[in-house]
């Protein structure tokens, strides 16, 4: 029991009430959207993520016992594209249920996530923080010149900006222009959604950016707040935490859209896309999370034998990284014979967003990081480095282009004009993809292109995507195009069986196997990659 101010002991409700009538969720952490496909990681993974949480609020709704939830924000770390997909949760529960959101501090994600709910609550200490959107980009060039290591970044085009933080020593009028757009999208579009969800006037919520609020009793008269009230003064004796009522939550009853007629296949591609298996790594340093392609292509064709799956949802979070891995995942999307929606997470830029050119419909949030239709190609040069310390790596070979990638020494003319001959050409064939799947001249790809960055709202203007929406949505478009109704179920497809083992082992073992230290960049000599240290905050 979770709530120590409760007057009642932990146990017993109220003279004849016999169930809870009002539950406490709690709402922290970042909320990734599908919980790891690999059962180890599963097992490992502490963090909730939005398939968790959707399906206990749709249990919620379908409670005919309970009267209210309270949302108890705390350490809620999510970004913008999940909070307003939170938001619609809230909102879908608020329609069945009173619903409270208590926030102890009002950031720009939290009190977007909390305006599904029917009353924001804060108390009277609350920390405002809706201070505007900003970004910060840490550049490297000088400090690694200064330490006798250079940086060869050749680049299509002008707005690529993935290895510049490495070769240079300051922000380009480019990528500052690019940024700058991005950051007034994302920002018009809060203020639109948080103008709609609390029926204020846009210039109103505009406002508390250009004018902060300090302090709750200010929020609440601009009409952030409904209440100013600290958590005890919500909570009634029938209340209880989640965790006390989870043998109640039964799965609402379908009355159609059951298994025998059919169901919609979740493929993710998430983290860094490689050539290989998709891996998790967890040291600090180089961790993360990567989308290999041979994983991905595999749970497609899974996905593709599997008789029950009538579409396919492509759940695309990812900044891209190798060109070669990239034109596999689309190549298998684009022979896919069932409809395949694409839904993009926080990012599906480079990348990211060649492996969904293909899919019959796009959707993104209006805060996703899109676009950066751009091919990159570089490397470090150790060369007075090496000299400083000592060291004398010396090469032999047959041709002038076979050490070409080492580090020991800078491109030559010869080897240079190979790279930029070899991204120009990857780069043609990343517009002649995008034209061919959206309907658009290579011409005005082009235009789009260039290594450009779009926010989500901006994309579905350009024609880059069809739609807003959110894994939810996608979900539903899938059910459209393949006739099925909506609620019918869905699963998350991942590779067969690989081996003797069991697949629970098998994927354990993979899991282990993947625990190495490996460099902070994609593999592979030519990259689709936006840079992963773009985060807006």
């Avoid at 305006?115 to 400090?143: D, K, M, Q, W």
């Avoid at 979070?317 to 070669?324: I, R, V």
């Avoid at 034109?327 to 990348?351: N, T």
Wanted: glycine residues 10%; neutral net charge.
């Amino acid at each position: 029991m979770n709530i120590p101010f409760l007057k009642s002991d932990g146990n017993t409700l109220p003279g004849g009430v016999t169930r809870p009538t009002w539950i406490v969720l709690d709402i922290a952490g970042e909320y990734p959207a599908l919980s790891p496909g690999n059962p180890l990681a599963a097992l490992l993974n502490r963090q909730d993520t939005q398939e968790a949480l959707m399906t206990r609020l749709e249990r919620l709704q379908h409670a005919d016992w309970l009267h209210g939830v309270l949302f108890r924000f705390g350490s809620f770390t999510a970004g913008l594209s999940t909070s307003r997909t939170l938001r619609d949760a809230f909102a879908r529960l608020s329609e069945k249920k009173r619903t409270i959101a208590y926030l102890p501090t009002l950031s720009m994600p939290a009190l977007l996530a909390a305006s599904g709910a029917r009353e924001i609550v804060a108390p009277e200490s609350a920390e405002i923080n809706l201070l505007g959107l900003g970004l910060e980009v840490t550049y490297l060039g000088e400090f690694l010149k200064k330490h006798g290591i250079g940086f060869e970044n050749l680049r299509i085009r002008e707005y690529k900006s993935a290895l510049t933080r490495f070769s240079d020593d300051r922000m380009d009028d480019f990528n500052r222009e690019q940024l700058g757009v991005l950051l007034d999208s994302m920002e018009t579009a809060w203020v639109k959604d948080l103008a709609e969800t609390r029926g204020l006037d846009e210039a109103a919520v505009r406002g508390w950016l250009d004018h902060p609020i300090s302090s709750a009793a200010a929020a609440r008269e601009a009409g952030l707040l409904d209440r100013v009230a600290y958590e005890d003064e919500l909570i009634g004796p029938a209340t209880r935490p989640i965790s006390a009522v989870l043998d109640l939550l039964r799965p609402p009853r379908r009355s159609n859209g059951g298994s025998d007629a059919g169901r919609i296949a979740i493929v993710p591609v998430v983290g860094t896309i490689v050539t290989g298996k998709s891996q998790r790594n967890p040291l600090p340093l180089f961790g993360g999370v990567s989308a290999g392609s041979d994983t991905v292509v595999a749970a497609l064709r899974r996905a593709a034998e599997d008789k029950k799956t009538k579409a396919v949802v492509l759940y695309v979070d990812s900044g891209g990284g190798s060109a070669l891995a990239s034109d596999l995942i689309w190549r298998e999307v684009q022979q896919l014979q069932k409809p395949v929606v694409a839904v993009m997470g926080r990012v599906a830029a480079s990348g990211g967003y060649y492996v969904l050119a293909a899919a019959k419909t796009v959707l993104a949030s209006p805060y996703t990081i899109t676009g950066s239709i751009g091919v990159v190609s570089g490397k470090p040069v150790l060369e007075e480095f090496n000299r400083r310390q000592g060291l004398n790596p010396e090469g032999v070979s047959r041709h002038d282009t076979a050490l070409m990638y080492s580090s020991a020494r800078a491109f030559n003319d010869t080897q240079r004009h190979l790279v930029e001959r070899s991204i120009e050409e990857v780069y043609q064939r990343f517009i002649k993809r995008v034209a061919d799947g959206r309907g658009m001249t290579t011409a005005r790809v082009n235009e789009l292109g260039r290594g450009r960055v779009w926010s989500g709202q901006d994309a579905l203007a350009l024609g880059l995507i069809d739609e807003l929406g959110d894994l939810h949505t996608a979900v539903q478009r899938a059910c459209e195009l393949s006739g099925l109704p909506y609620g019918a179920p869905t699963w998350t497809a991942g590779p067969k069986n690989r081996g003797p083992l069991p697949e629970f082992a098998q994927e354990a073992a993979d899991e282990a196997a993947s625990l190495h230290l490996t460099a902070g960049l994609p593999s592979g000599q030519v990259m689709m990659w936006l840079d992963s240290d773009l985060h807006i905050r």
